[in-house]
């Protein structure tokens, strides 16, 4: 119980501001009401920080087990979330986006459980050489930047329909304009296509040295470049043919599927399915 009671904790905190920010966001305001909060406010800046220090605490501590450094699919997918939620918040320094937040939020107070629920059956040692840190720290933050695009996309596409049905229900008429999102949708996808490009390139150069073996095309490997060619040709077709809208998002949430496959779906069946 004294275990579980943190994490408890970190949960109710998340899920206590998402609850703020869809209230305060999302709700249609009565008549005579108080109007909604133009930007984020300093003092839901600052409550953002407590979570996510206690978040971080916990991931410290399940992530660097007495055994070494813990991999599971629990623990990555709990520090994916941990980085995705932390990149909203400094993206709030400078884009309108608090109306994403219950969204986001709302992830983090279930994923914040993940590594009571998903633990790892095996550790790695601390021997571990730098450049394999730098290849996980490259990995993580390519998943959170692609996860973000992918919430993004999963938005806009709800939104285009419901543009062209004629219909825009209150749930989605507080979202930034569909500029908005499809301009910082690529760029996240830019940025997150430079650091799967270093994944890959370190993963390919260093293999023996970050893995004690040379490069093998597993499925793992085989989705992973999938992946990157998704992402690689949605770019380029932005540039060359100013691809937008339903391709966009498409090509988006596909290749984000390919991603997942690659680490989470492989992990989550070898570590949950086949208990290996």
Known sequence: MSAFLPYFVDSLLYALLGAHFWR????????????????????????????????????YQSLLGSDGLNLGVGNVVSA??????????LANFWCKLEGLQAFVLGIAAVSTFFPLMLPGAHSLPYSEPPA?????????LAYSLFTIAAVHAGLMLLVERRLHSGTMPALLQNLPPLLTMESLLFRVISAGFILLTLTLASGALF???????????????????????????????????????RTAIRWTLVGFAMLLLAYVGSKFVLEVILHK
């Open 207 to 245: 293999s023996e040295e970050l893995f004690n073996k040379p490069l093998q095309f597993t499925h793992k490997t085989v989705f992973a470049i999938v992946s990157w060619v998704i992402f690689g040709a949605l770019l380029a077709g932005r540039n060359i043919y100013g691809w937008r809208g």
């Open 24 to 59: 305060t966001r999302w709700r249609t305001a009565a008549p005579g009401g108080k109007p909604r909060p133009e930007k984020i406010q300093p003092w839901e800046r600052a409550a953002i920080v407590l979570p996510l220090v206690l978040h971080i605490s916990l991931l």
């Open 80 to 89: 994916v979330v941990w980085l995705t939620v932390l990149i909203y918040w």
């Open 132 to 140: 394999f840190m730098a290849h996980l720290m490259m990995a993580l």
